[in-house]
């Protein structure tokens, strides 16, 4: 079965810092990796997602994450944190032989400080 | 394209009682999955449901239960309430197969009272 990791509940970074966000997976079998965003009292928001080929992936809101197959990990990242930027963030893993089942890690709470 | 939409926005029941939420999903998607979102908790998976049958459900007792319609439309049951059910429920559809991402709705905020 998959499972998702996501190491630190709360991230805190000051306006204009670098974002890094977590996530390792374990999979059997070549993963989809996702990584969403949940504003407050919202439901969930695609940010980006890999599925094949390239393994940065680019996403909206100047987001990106990549794919390290040997390290088994799908990190989010973003140069420059903006203060609308805080918000809980949610890595998710499917398989790719059994329809789409998603496994969520247990999120990450991002504050910004101005 | 409209997204999946959930009824009622929210919902305030006392323990002991049901309640029923529905979902439904963006115009070409057969699955549908429910979650569990209660304070502290995170996402919690409760139910697939694609074509009509249930795929998988999560750890859950069985008094959480739900079905799919022919349009693919979907229902979640909670019976027997208990103060603990307080949560935001999330319905998201997707397309059957492996690489879709999921669709979110907006969720339901359940209050057991």
């Given at each position: 079965a998959q499972s998702v990791t996501q190491l630190g509940s709360h991230v805190s970074v000051s306006e204009g810092a670098l974002v890094l966000l977590r996530c390792n997976y374990s999979s059997s079998v070549p993963p989809y990796l996702f990584w969403y965003v949940q504003y407050p009292n919202q439901g969930?928001?695609?940010?980006?997602?890999?599925?094949?080929?390239?393994?940065?992936?680019?996403?909206?809101?100047?987001f990106e994450a990549e794919f390290k197959k040997s390290e088994t990990s799908f990190h989010l990242t973003k140069p420059s944190?903006?203060?609308?930027?805080?918000?809980?963030?949610?890595?998710?893993?499917?398989?790719?032989?059994t329809g789409n089942q998603f496994y969520f890690g247990t999120g990450t709470s991002l504050t910004v400080i101005p | 394209e409209a997204g999946v939409t959930q009824s009622p926005t929210h919902l305030i029941k006392t323990r002991g009682q049901q309640a029923t939420l529905r979902c439904s999903p963006i115009s070409g998607h057969t699955s549908v999955y429910w979650?569990?979102?209660?304070?502290?908790?995170?996402?919690?998976?409760?139910?697939?449901?694609?074509e009509g049958e249930e795929r998988n459900r999560g750890n859950f007792p069985p008094r959480f239960s739900g079905r799919q319609?022919?349009?693919?439309?979907?229902e979640l049951n909670v019976n027997a309430l208990e103060l603990e059910?307080?949560?935001l429920y999330l319905c998201a559809s997707s397309r059957?197969?492996?690489?879709?991402?999921?669709?979110?709705?907006?969720?339901?905020?359940?209050?057991?009272?």
């Open positions: 969930l928001q695609l940010l980006l997602k890999y599925t094949t080929g390239a393994t940065l992936v680019k996403g909206i809101n100047g944190a903006h203060m609308s930027d805080a918000a809980e963030y949610f890595c998710a893993v499917s398989e790719t032989n | 979650y569990q979102q209660a304070l502290g908790l995170g996402l919690q998976f409760l139910l697939w449901y694609d319609f022919p349009n693919y439309s979907s059910d307080s949560a059957w197969t492996g690489g879709n991402e999921q669709f979110f709705g907006p969720g339901t905020r359940l209050t057991v009272l």
